[in-house]
C-alpha cells in the first residue's frame, strides 16, 4: 500500500509540480489548499500574490489532471493569530517581521500536517526548494535546495525534528527552469504561472497601509529623529513604517546619504545616521532552534541574516536559555531586529533564531 501525503497546493507551478512528482514516485496523493485570508478574486495587473480565488482554481485543475482529492482547508483564524497579529506586533514593538517563516511552521506543518494525520497521511510536502534526509545519528536534516537563486531552506529554518520527520520537500534537487519544463511536458495548466513574490495579505505590497488599518491611534504617534549624538534631525511618521537600514522617504536633508540605524519604541524615537553607522558585527541571537544537538561552546559557522543575503563567516557563542551572541567576521549593513539569522555547515541548516532589538551593535 503506497503512503500517503498531503500536498499544499498554492496554484502554483511549484506545488503542481511537487504534487505530479509524488504522483509519479507512486505516492498516494492528497491535493490542499489552505485558504488564510479574504483575498481578492484575481491577482492586480502587476502583483505577484497567492492565495486568490483564481489560484484555488489553478490547484483544483492540476488535482483533476492528475486524478487526486482535492480539499480547501479554511485556517483563515490560525493564519490571522500566527501570521497576521505577529506581523503587526512585530512592527508595533520596533522590530521587522519574516511572516513567511512563520507561516511554515506554524500553518502548513503544524495545522495543515494534523489535517493530514486526520486523512491517514503520513507526510505533508510543498514546493519549497530544499531538501530533507535523515542523517547517520537519527536526525532530520534540512539542506539547501540545488538551484541556488530559488533556494528556500532560510524559511524552513524554525522546524522542529517531528515536522522535518513528516515533511517531503520534492523540488530539492531541480533547478526552477527544469520545474516548469516538467510543467510543461505534463501539461499542467500552470506552467507558465507568474511566480507570487509579494506578502500574501498585502498584495499590493504597501505594509504601511495595512498597518494603518490595524494600530492603534496612539500607536503610530510622530516623533524625533535623531542621529547617534542625540542631535534632533528630523520628524518620523510613526515607528512601525520604518525598519533597520531604510533610506527612502526619511524626509530629512544632508549632506550625505542617511539610513535608519535604530528603532527605539519606548522613546518613540528613530535614530539615522551614516552606512557605516548602519553596519553591525555582532547582535545577540534569542528563540533559538537547532537542527542538531545544541552547541555547549562557541563554534565557527557561516550565516545568513535575512533572505538572499550572501552567508557570512561567523562565530555563535551561546548564552544563557535559548540565545546566542552572533559574531560576524566582517560588519554586515542592515542588522535588522526581527529578522532570522540562519546558521548553515555548508549546505546544511545546523540551526537559527531571531535577532533581537535591544542587542544590535555598531561594527
Known sequence: MSERVVVAMSGGVDSSVAAALLYDQGYDVIGMTMKL??????????????????????????????????????????FASHVMDYFTDAYRQGYT??????????????????????????????GHYASVDRGEDGRYYLRRGRDANKDQSYFLFDLTQAQLH???????????????ALAARWQLNVAAKAE??????????NYRTFLRTRLGPDEAQPGQMVNAAGEVLGEHQGLPFYTVGQRRGLGVAAGHPLYVTEVQPEQ??????????????????????????PPVQAIHTKVQIRYRHPPVAATVEPLD???????????????????????????????????????????
Open 166 to 180: 513528516q515533511t517531503l520537500l520534492p523540488l530539492g534537487q531541480y533547478c526552477k527552469g527544469e520545474v516548469r
Open 37 to 78: 485570508w479574504d483575498g481578492p478574486e484575481t491577482a492586480e495587473i502587476g502583483h505577484k500574490t497567492c492565495c486568490t480565488l483564481d489560484d484555488v482554481s489553478d490547484a483544483r485543475r492540476v488535482a483533476a489532471q492528475l486524478g487526486i482529492p482535492f480539499y480547501v482547508v479554511n485556517f483563515k483564524a490560525q
Open 97 to 126: 517581521p519574516n511572516p513567511c517563516v512563520q507561516c511554515n511552521r506554524y500553518l502548513k506543518f503544524t495545522h495543515l500536517l494534523q489535517r493530514a494525520r486526520q486523512l491517514g497521511a503520513r507526510w505533508v510536502a510543498t
Open 196 to 205: 507570487s513574490q509579494e506578502i500574501c495579505f498585502i498584495p499590493d505590497g
Open 268 to 293: 518613540n524615537v528613530l535614530v539615522v545616521g551614516s552606512r557605516r553607522e548602519a553596519m553591525s558585527e555582532r547582535c545577540t541571537v534569542e528563540r533559538l532552534n537547532w537542527l542538531r544537538p
Open 321 to 363: 536559555g535559548d540565545r546566542a551572541r552572533l559574531v560576524l567576521r566582517e560588519p554586515q549593513f542592515a542588522v535588522t531586529p526581527g529578522q532570522a539569522a540562519v546558521f548553515y555547515d555548508g549546505e546544511t541548516v545546523i540551526g537559527g533564531g531571531w535577532i533581537c532589538r535591544e542587542a544590535v551593535s555598531d561594527g
